[in-house]
């Protein structure tokens, strides 16, 4: 029983070992190249797990250099510009739907007006 525990043990090391090695970046790992980590990891099973977690990982400490975020110009930032897009439509749709109420309501009263006009002609004749 002992043994099986001792297999599946070593067999879980051997695999955590093996998916570290392809998920790490190949910029981060140490010694040697990513790819001869995978090889050392695949063909030397025990030792070169062993290997990869003493020499070959990243430092979990170390703080690698991470994109500056520096400030752009409003007309340089994409999404600044999308939404000035988007508000220059939606003010001519608002200009547009408020031209077309002004003429809606002239033709309403001149509708009104000429109904009135018919109206207080038939009252007279």
């Avoid at 067999?11 to 070992?17: D, K």
């Avoid at 070959?56 to 999308?82: C, I, K, M, W």
């Avoid at 031209?99 to 018919?118: P, Q, T």
């Amino acid at each position: 029983m002992l043994r099986v525990v001792a297999v599946v043990v070593v067999l879980l090391v051997y695999v955590y070992g093996l998916v570290d090695v392809i998920r790490t970046d190949r910029r981060e790992t140490r010694a040697i190249s990513k790819t001869a980590w995978f090889l050392v990891v695949f063909l030397l099973p025990i030792l070169g797990t062993v290997l990869w977690f003493l020499l070959g990982r990243p430092y979990a400490n170390r703080s690698y250099a991470q994109p500056v975020s520096h400030t752009t110009a409003p007309d340089d930032d994409p999404e600044f510009l999308r939404n000035l897009e988007a508000r220059r439509r939606n003010q001519a749709e608002a200009e547009r739907l408020k031209k077309l109420k002004a003429e809606l309501d002239a033709k309403e009263r001149k509708l009104k007006d000429g109904k009135n006009a018919e109206d207080s002609g038939d009252v007279s004749n």
